[in-house]
Structure formats: C-alpha cells, structure tokens
C-alpha cells in the first residue's frame, strides 16, 4: 500500500486533495463502501484513481459510454496510470485480459452490461480486485434522469465480492435519487458524501425563444471557445448545424443518432480535440465527453429535466474557468412535454409532472437561478449569486393578471379554435378578412389590448401555456387547461418577468491581471500544445489543460524542476512534454 498524497503530487502534480477527496479517498482506503456526490469538475476520477495506484489489485471501473471510458483511459495512461477497457470495439481484448491476470492494470474500464455478465464474472475471480467504482452511479436508480436497467444488475457482482470496496459517484442525483442509490448499491446510509451542486463559474442565462437561430449565433460570437448547443430533434440538429456553420465562421459539426456511426464517431473526435469547434447535438451527446474547456452550453429548446438541465450545462467549464449555460424556451416546448406526460403510465405521471412544474418555475423566477437550481438538489444559497442573468440584470416584475383575462376571455369567445396570432389581432383590433369572415369583430374583446398593454400579450400567452391554463390543441387552436378558470375568477394572478435590455458584449477581450487572452506566450504555448496534440493523436487538453499554461505564461519557470512544481504539472508530464515547453518560455520576449 502506497501513501495516496504522494501519488497524487508525483502523478498528477497536485499538492493536495481539494473539496471532500481526501474524505471519499480515506474511506476506500480503509474499505469502506461509498457513494460520493460531486458536482462535475470537482475530481470524480482522482477519487479512484489515486487508490488504484496506492492499492495492491485492480480497481475495476463500470462506466455507461465506450466513448467515455476511452476518454478516461488517454488521460489515465497520459499521467502513467495502467489502465486498460473492455468493450465491444477494442481490437486488443486478449492482450487486456491477460494484462488483468497478471496483475499488470490499476484501472480496468467496462460497461454495466459486462459486469453483469457471468463470464466476467469468472474473469475477475481470477486476479486481485482493488476496489470497484461505479461512474455516473445515477443511471441505477428509476428516479434518476438516465435510468440504465444494466446498472440494476450490478449488485448480485458486487456482492460477490463482498470483500472489495465500491465507491459509486455521480454529480446528479436530488435526495430521492441518493437513497436509492444507497440502496440498489449496497452502501450504507454513513457512506454518503454529498460535496454540493454549485458551479460557480458557470453564467446561467435563461430567455424566452424568439429566433432561436440568430440568438444562438449571438451567444456564440460571444464565446470563442468550444460550445454545445442542444436541440430537440435530429432534423432540428441538422438545420441548426447547418445555419451556424453558414453564417458563425467557426467549425460546426452536427450529432445524433441517425447519424453514420462512423461520421458520429469523428465528429465527436474532431471536437474533442478541437480548441474553438461547436457541436450541434441531440441529448445523446454529451455523457462520455470528459472535455474539459467547453466554454458555453446553448439549449435550443426546454430540457427534460432540472437533474438534466443540470448535468448537461455541467459539461461547460469542468476545467473551472468562467463559462455560460444559456437555455432558450418557448411556452410550446411546455405544452409539448404535457403531452408526453399524458402519454407514459399512469403511475409515472405525478413525478413527471412535479419535474416539469420545477422547469417551469426556473424559467419563470424573477430571482436567482443558482438558488432555484441548488435548492432543487436540497442545498442551500443565497439570495444572489452574482452570476446569473436576474442577479447581474434585475428583471422588472409587472402584475399581468388582467391582461392575461383579457387573453383568456378572447379565447374563450373565438370558440378555442385558433392560435396566438389571431388571438392577439383580436384583442388589438387587428382587422382582417378573416375576423371578419368569422364575425369576430363583433365581440366585446375586439379590440380591448391598446398601447403599453399590447407588449404583454406574447409574454402572456407563453406564460399562460407554461402555466397550463392554456394548451395547444391537435388542430393548432389554443383551449382552457386546468389553470384558467383561477385566473378568470381572479382566485389567481399572472406575474410576468420582464428582462431588461441587454447589449451585446463579448468576453473575448475580458481584462484582469491574470488574464491570458491575448498574451503572447500563452498563445504561443497553445500553439506548441496544439503541434504535441496532432504528433501523439491526444486532444490538447490530456497535455495540458488551459489553466496550466495560464500558470505557464505567469510564472514563467526557468528549469524542469520550477516547471514541475506548477499544479497539474506531474512527474508523467514533465518528463514527456517539459522540455518542450521549457524551450518556449525561454525563447519568448521579458513580459513587459
């Protein structure tokens, strides 16, 4: 058994555990059985991987995506760790299995499907086992965002091994999803180690949808880094693909699962390794990217889920620099989800519709978006945060509940039988050929929406759809849901927030002391980072991460031994690419 902080300063470069590390690691040492909830970039992997190395055996890792395990393993073997996976694509399986047996793997990654399999089963019997790690441990649990029934079969495995430590981790899991985890895993209610949801670097934006196009194209000459922005449906990811590539200037590649696998695969490749690259993608993209420097994440339209808004938007800025989640909503993305929920069992329903009513409330909220999300999760925040959109912008909160009657009301008298447009016509006296044909300019609504009033009507209609007082029908019409007949007999009011205006600013020139954007020898690192990344066939980020060329570009090192004392700098590393960089740094300018 080796001293696990010594590991973690000679492999990685760390000086020392941050956050609950250093507590879930004790606990594996002493082999204990633990669930530890993360939040994303808080250093689930060193948690295992640390004690695979001070461990006598092989610490065996269940992972949900090959893509994400073959990320884990360059970065596992780029700081000199033993590792290895088992998938259904790997050419070299019998070369694997006999470096298991010899004992010649700290880390060993397979998928939940493996690891309930009899056969592996037999295989594992026949070396030491260090201790078993179960990543995004929330796919076990019927409460969790991405239930996967393969996960629900690994207890009878680790039971077996009764002896062999289990670490589960996740960054997603509310208190319902946590004790079934406890309880589908076997880890006593002591194991838990929950070290918080917030993300503090990261900017949460929200806005009501209005050319979802054009505001996505916005937010990304805003950001200059790598991005991911989410659409609904594949067609929706090939049209926005398409459009942004056509008018961004940046490289744009699209993801879903229609696609070739083959194009899937190398379009995830090319961003992975890509330094300004955005992705276009459907949800089935994202779990088994360990990409770190992903500057934005966009939601072309509502997610199914706080627990997945949150781990979706947790994929920006893992490497903990500042990064922005903007999600774009439309009060149909609302009316739609309803419809689903109407379309699965009847015992799944409250649950689904509990989650979509704490969507609604996030978009809705005139106050802080972190306190909403973070309270979700059950933790505690503060008033403001200071960086989301309501805390750095104050929206306006005006009583709307006339107008919304007034709306209800013209509804009601066109028969629910059409849509927001016509219904706002009608209310601001709009005439056509068509309310005339209908009559409709007869009625005591014609008409009754005028001056500052008129502004509030498409605010209102998405307010009411979201509320569900009102709901799209199969031919297009809008009719009365549930929450109508409140709002019409005054027993409840409509509040709408009003964001103010906002000019459009880039964070592409952000200044401070600290600031590398534009320093020269920082870019040149990149540059030399970026020619080491195309020679090994590693994204740039498994050489180094930007934080650490930040470092580079201030500090400055003159010798190896300067270079290796810079955090993320292990032995691994220095000995590989430290001359390298060294030669750099020496052949750039004196700051001024």
Known sequence: MHDPLDILRKTFGFADFRGVQRQVVDRVMAGANTLAVMPTGAGKSLCYQVPAQALDGTCVVVSPLIALMHDQLRAAEAVGIRAATLTSVDENREETIDRFRAGQLDLLYVAPERASNDGFRRLLESTRLSLFAIDEAHCVSEWGHDFRPDYRLLRPLLDHFAQVPRLALTATADAHTRADILDQLGIPQDGLIVAGFD???????????????????????????????????????????????????????????GLDPAVRRRNQAAFVASEDMVIVATVAFGMGIDKPDVRFVAHAGLPKSIEAYYQETGRAGRDGDPSVAHLFWG???????????????????????????????LVETAGCRRRILLRHFGEDAPENCGNCD?????????????????????????????????????????????????GHEALSVFGIVDGDEAALLKPVARALLLRDALRANAHGGLEFGP??????????????????????????????????????????????RREIAQETGLPPYVIFHDSVLRDMALSRPASLAEL?????????????????????????????
Do not use: W
Request: net charge positive; with cysteine.
């Open 331 to 361: 009060a149909d993305d609302f009316a739609r989800a309803r419809q689903r929920i109407g379309e699965v069992e009847p015992a799944r329903q409250p649950g689904e519709r509990t989650r979509l009513n704490a969507l609604g409330a």
């Open 390 to 438: 309501n805390c750095l912008h104050p929206p306006a909160a005006v009583d709307a509940t006339v107008t919304a009657q007034k709306f209800l009301s013209a509804v009601f008298r066109t028969g629910m039988m059409f849509g927001v447009g016509y219904i706002e016509s009608i209310l601001l006296g709009q005439s056509s050929e068509r309310s005339l044909m209908n």
């Open 483 to 528: 929450g109508a007949r409140p709002i019409l007999k005054g027993e409840a009011d409509l509040k709408l927030v009003l964001p103010p205006r906002r000019e459009r600013r880039s964070r592409r020139g952000r200044t401070g002391g600290d600031n590398p954007v534009g320093n020269p020898l920082f870019e040149a690192l990149r540059a030399k």
């Open 199 to 257: 993300r503090p670097n990261i900017r949460y934006l929200i806005s009501p949808r209005e050319n979802t196009t054009r505001q996505v194209i916005d937010l990304i000459a805003e950001q200059p880094g790598p991005g991911i922005v989410y659409a609904q449906t594949r067609t929706g990811v090939e049209k926005l693909a398409e459009k942004l590539a056509a008018e961004t200037g940046r490289p744009v590649l699209p993801y879903h699962a």
């Open 564 to 592: 290796g004392r810079i955090s993320g700098v292990g032995a691994r590393k220095l000995d590989a690419y430290g001359a390298a960089f060294l030669q750099i740094i020496r052949e750039a300018p004196p700051a001024n």
